[in-house]
């Protein structure tokens, strides 16, 4: 789901782009403490790399998830396969 179309979905208000992001990297944070695949990485760009932003891939950083450039080769692989380990992981009724 790209990033406007969770805005839209959610109905955040302005400013909704930031609050989003907070909302993401708190996620990215829970995930990253529970040792769980980061389901931030299924909120992609519009744009033509059908990547994140270079803010997940930093907050990513930040937790100790990935280690790089933002762009590229290498942040393209590292996402598809944290997106194959999301979908691959057994999440408890908890959540």
């Known amino acids: 789901m790209t990033y406007r179309a969770l805005v839209e979905r959610l109905q955040l208000p302005t ?16 995930d990253a403490r529970s040792e769980r695949p980061l389901r931030s990485a299924l909120v ?19 937790l100790g998830r990935f280690s790089g450039p933002a762009d590229g080769a290498a942040a393209a692989s590292w996402h598809a396969g944290e997106v194959a380990r999301v979908f691959e992981f057994v999440y408890s009724e908890e959540l």
């Open 15 to 30: 400013p909704a782009m930031r609050t989003l992001t907070a909302a993401l990297e708190h996620l990215a944070a829970l």
């Open 44 to 62: 992609i760009s519009q744009g033509a790399s059908r990547l994140p932003r270079t803010g997940f891939f930093e907050c990513a950083a930040r």
